[in-house]
């Protein structure tokens, strides 16, 4: 019978020894909202991310430069039916030597395809092994979740607490959908410029800081430029409209992100619309297209931006 515990493995120029001291690195790869010792035997460590998942882990095996294992102690998934889906899993990391550089093979022991969390899991552990740790060995820069994220804004959100949007506020456009990502590639997606130009329009200009001015062109003769107002990773993205459309000038984009056992909620909301015109109407159906767009890019790694966002 197939082992069906969830795997991954990479292969690095690295030494054992600095694959072993990366990956005790927690805060470096994973989290920064980590408490606790994360580089001893026996140590126990809590990670959390919002109000969305907790879980304790004890620190069962570490070999220098050739294994650590974890235990779940204790878990909670807000998104799922059974909360405490991962207690009593074994998270291992095996570290190798193969011709002259080091292989890494993380295991998640007791994380199957029967869980309801599987998919979700699976993606976040893919992204956070395959982008953010093997980053930190080969760059010293990993890309762990920031520390203190709060989960939402009272000013910003269009969430209740359970997901639902609420009503929308007139002169608004408001679309939702699932993507079948987790909120960490969405969140990716929406802020850099890489991502930005693989589902809107390849012409793109941005970088994820605040205060910081994104340029979208589409074709010879059209831009629209955006303020960035508010990034909160993973849950908030807000642009205010600068240059575009007369009718986009001075409008609020306004990205929220839930996390969900498929993947990830995504809200948009693009409000301060004046009145309603052909052009607001439009506006809406072109969003729906380059949001497909947007899903497609998360999902399969390839999107249709501009000008194949109708195909």
């Not at 969390?117 to 080969?138: M, V």
């Not at 203190?148 to 679309?175: D, F």
């Amino acid at each position: 019978m197939k082992n069906q515990d969830f795997s991954t493995a990479l292969l690095v120029d690295a030494t054992p020894q600095e694959v072993f001291d990366a990956v005790n690195n927690v805060r470096g790869w994973w989290s920064e909202n980590i408490e606790g010792e994360t580089a001893r035997q026996h140590a126990e460590f809590c990670y959390h991310y919002e109000d969305v998942h907790r879980c304790k882990i004890k620190i069962t095996e570490l070999l220098p430069s050739k294994k650590v294992v974890w235990k779940v102690l204790d878990n909670y998934f807000k998104f799922t039916e059974e909360p405490g889906e991962w207690i009593g899993t074994n998270v291992i990391f095996d570290i190798s030597e193969e011709d002259g550089k080091t292989r890494l093979v993380f295991t998640h022991l007791g994380l199957v395809p029967e869980y309801e969390c599987f998919q979700i899991c699976r993606d976040a552990w893919t992204h956070y092994i395959q982008e953010s740790l093997k980053g930190l060995i080969l760059t010293g820069v990993g890309s762990p979740t920031p520390a203190n994220i709060k989960n939402e804004s009272t000013e910003t959100s269009l969430l209740h607490e359970h997901g639902s949007a609420t009503q929308p506020i007139p002169g608004g456009i408001h679309h939702r959908l699932l993507i079948n990502a987790p909120v960490e590639i969405v969140y990716k997606a929406l802020t850099t410029r890489d991502g930005l130009a693989g589902w809107w329009t390849p012409e793109t200009e941005a970088k994820p800081e605040v205060g910081s001015i994104a340029r979208f062109t589409f074709g010879s003769d059209y831009f629209k430029e955006m303020k960035i107002e508010e990034l909160r990773p993973y849950s908030n993205v807000k642009w205010r409209c600068l240059k575009g459309y007369e009718s986009w000038i001075g409008t609020i984009i306004n990205f929220v992100l839930e996390p969900h056992c498929q993947g990830c909620w995504l809200l948009l909301g693009h409000e301060g619309w004046r009145e309603y015109t052909p052009g607001f109407a439009e506006c809406s159906y072109d969003w729906a297209m380059f949001l497909r767009s947007l899903k497609i890019l998360c999902e399969t790694g390839t999107g249709l931006p501009y000008p194949d966002q109708y195909r």
